[in-house]
């Protein structure tokens, strides 16, 4: 068994180059179509792999034939499902099941980010957050809102993107439910 760079790795995350290759045959036949990005994403945050060594492992996997590259990402291929299902039992059950939450976390991330779109404009002294949901194509929604400082838009931007949705449905349920101290003056009710 070869001894994979452990620089970035937390205790108990993956120190050999078969390990890593079985979780990434794994990782993609769980979760595919899966992208280079999610996959490293995941992994890299969690600490289960070196960068270096993740890097390595995918390209053996693909010149292997263990795996395939799509336009919409990596696929396991025949022989690269029989490696998953016959060693991936071989991995600690916490390296798989923290790897397989990152990359679904991530892939959540990825969806939301295309419809919850949040970007930063520098406004004078200020940072302006445009947030906006799109919709078959266009713009369905939108909200700015001014920010003292840049660490402050970066988290609204962030938020925004992964809680977006909420937000409009939330926004939308006030200015439409109709409620009694909201009447006019003059409203008969």
Request: charged fraction near 25%.
């Amino acid at each position: 068994m070869a001894e994979a760079f452990t620089a970035g790795v937390k205790p108990g995350g993956l120190t050999s180059d078969t390990e890593i290759r079985i979780l990434l045959c794994y990782l993609v036949k769980t979760a595919a179509p899966l992208t280079r990005d999610a996959m490293q994403g995941a992994l890299l945050q969690e600490q289960l792999v070196n960068y270096f060594e993740f890097v390595n492992a995918l390209d053996e996997l693909e010149d292997q034939q263990l795996i395939e590259s799509t336009e919409k990402g990596y696929v396991i291929t025949e022989k690269g499902a029989v490696v998953a299902s016959t060693l991936a039992y071989d991995l600690p059950r916490s390296v798989r099941e923290s790897a397989v939450r990152a990359v679904i976390r991530i892939q959540s991330w990825v969806h939301k980010a295309a419809q919850n779109k949040a970007r930063i404009q520098r406004d004078g002294d200020e940072y302006r957050v445009i947030c906006t949901i799109e919709d078959m194509g266009r713009d369905s929604f939108q909200i700015q809102l001014s920010m003292p400082d840049r660490l402050t838009a970066e988290m609204v931007k962030n938020r925004f993107i992964s809680k977006g949705s909420l937000v409009y449905s939330q926004l939308l349920n006030l200015l439409t439910q109709p409620a009694l101290d909201d009447a006019p003056p003059d409203a008969v009710l």
